[in-house]
C-alpha cells in the first residue's frame, strides 16, 4: 500500500470537509424543492429573487444557496457574477437526485444522510456508554422511505430482467405477492403497476407508516387490489401462499430474523421464491477502501447508533441457513445492492 504524504492527507482531508458541505447543500435544495424549481423551470433558468419565491423560502439565504452550489458545480449561471444572474440545474444532476424511479436516484441517500445525522446530539453519549439511540425523530422514518426508494428501482429495473420465471408468475392469474415489513407501500404500488392481475399484501408494525400506504393506496385506486394490515413479522404474517415473499432492508434490523424469514418461507407457494434485498457490509477488508465500502460503513455507525447493525453476505447467508432454508441464491446488482433468494421446488 503506498504511503500518503502531508500534503496528499491533506488534499483528502480537505475533500472530505467540503464533502460534508456539499451534502448540506444537496439536502437543503432537496429538502427545499429548490432544485425542484430550478428543474421545472423554462431553459433560461430562475433568478435568485425568482426562487425564492417559488420556494417560499428567504432571498438572502437563497441568494448564498445558489452561488454556493454553483461553487460546488451544482448548478449552473448563465452570467456569473451577475445580480442578475440566472441559475439553472444540469439535466444529467437532475435525473440523479430527483428522479425517484431510476436505479441511480440519489436524492433519497442525501436527505437520509443529512437528515439522520441531524439526531446525533447523542452520539458522544453512545460512544461513552454503548447506549444505542431507541427513538428517532419523526423525520428520520421520513427519510428512510426515500431512501429506500431507491432500492425499489433497483429491484424492479435491475433484479426483476434477471428473474425470468418469478415475472411470469407474477403475471399469471391470480397470483399474490406479500411484503414483509412493508412501510409507505411503495413497493406494493410499484409492483401493482408493473404486474396488473397481481394480488398484493403488506404488513408493518409500524401505525403511521399504515396509515401513510393506505392513503396512497386510496388515491392511486388501489385498495381493492392491495391489503396492508398491521403486526409483527415474526408471527403475524398472513397465510398466503404466495408466488412471491419480498423483504426489503429491514431484516437486518429485525430482532427475530431466523424466525421472521422462517415464517416468510412457509408462507411461499410451490414453484414461488422468498427474495431478500439489503445492503451489506463487504465481507472481506480489501473493499472496505472503496467507495461502496466507504459509504456502507457510513451508515453502519448510523445502524449502530440506533442500537442495530448491517450484515456481510456471510452473514445473510447465515441466517437463511438456522431458518432451515438453505444456503439462497446471491445476486449482485449494479447498484451495489445484494439479493437473496430462495426457490421453492414446485
Known amino acids: 500500500m503506498r504511503t500518503m504524504s502531508v500534503d496528499d492527507r491533506f488534499e483528502d482531508l480537505l475533500d472530505a470537509l467540503a464533502g460534508f458541505y456539499r451534502s448540506w447543500l444537496i439536502y437543503l435544495g432537496l429538502e427545499l424543492g429548490l432544485m425542484r424549481q430550478l428543474h421545472d423551470a423554462t431553459s433560461g433558468g430562475l433568478t435568485t429573487d425568482e426562487l425564492a419565491q417559488r420556494s ?32 439553472s440545474i444540469d439535466a444529467e444532476l437532475a435525473a440523479v437526485l430527483l428522479d425517484e424511479e431510476r436505479p441511480e436516484y440519489l436524492g433519497g441517500q442525501f436527505l437520509f444522510t443529512v437528515g439522520a445525522s441531524q439526531d446525533y446530539g447523542r452520539m458522544l453519549d453512545f460512544f461513552r456508554t454503548g447506549e444505542p439511540l431507541r427513538q428517532r425523530s419523526a423525520s428520520f422514518h421520513r427519510f428512510v422511505e426515500k431512501l429506500n426508494t431507491q432500492d425499489i428501482a433497483v429491484f424492479f429495473e435491475q433484479a426483476l430482467p434477471e428473474l425470468t420465471e418469478l415475472r411470469q408468475r407474477l403475471q399469471r392469474a391470480g397470483a399474490a405477492a406479500l411484503d414483509v415489513a412493508c412501510g409507505g407501500g411503495l413497493w406494493l404500488l410499484a409492483a401493482a ?12 408494525f409500524e401505525p403511521e407508516l ?16 392491495i391489503m396492508i394490515e398491521p403486526g409483527d413479522p415474526s408471527r403475524d404474517l398472513p397465510a398466503g401462499p404466495f408466488a412471491l415473499v419480498y423483504i426489503q432492508d429491514i431484516l437486518h434490523e429485525l430482532p427475530e430474523p431466523t424466525v421472521v424469514l422462517g415464517s416468510a418461507w412457509s408462507r411461499v407457494e410451490p414453484g414461488g421464491m422468498l ?17 461502496f465500502g466507504e459509504l456502507i460503513w457510513g451508515y453502519q455507525l448510523d445502524e449502530l447508533y440506533q442500537g ?10 447465515r441466517l437463511f ?9 446471491l445476486l449482485e446488482l449494479e447498484a451495489g445492492a445484494s439479493l437473496f433468494l430462495a426457490r421453492r421446488e414446485g
Request: proline share 6%; with cysteine; aromatic share 10%.
Open 210 to 225: 399504515i396509515e401513510r400506504a393506505q392513503g396512497r393506496l386510496a388515491e392511486a385506486g388501489l385498495s381493492d387490489r
Open 308 to 317: 442495530t447493525s448491517l450484515l456481510t453476505r456471510s452473514e445473510f447467508k
Open 193 to 204: 403497476r408493473t404486474f396488473p392481475e397481481l394480488r398484493l399484501q403488506g404488513l408493518d
Open 275 to 291: 427474495v431478500v434485498l439489503d445492503w451489506c457490509i463487504p465481507d472481506d477488508w480489501i473493499e472496505y477502501r472503496t467507495p
Open 321 to 329: 441457513e438456522k431458518a432451515g432454508i438453505g444456503t439462497p441464491e
Open 56 to 87: 417560499g423560502c428567504a432571498r438572502v439565504p437563497v441568494q448564498g444557496w445558489c452561488r454556493a452550489a454553483y461553487a460546488y458545480n451544482l448548478l449552473e449561471a448563465n452570467q456569473p457574477g451577475s445580480e442578475s444572474a440566472r441559475f
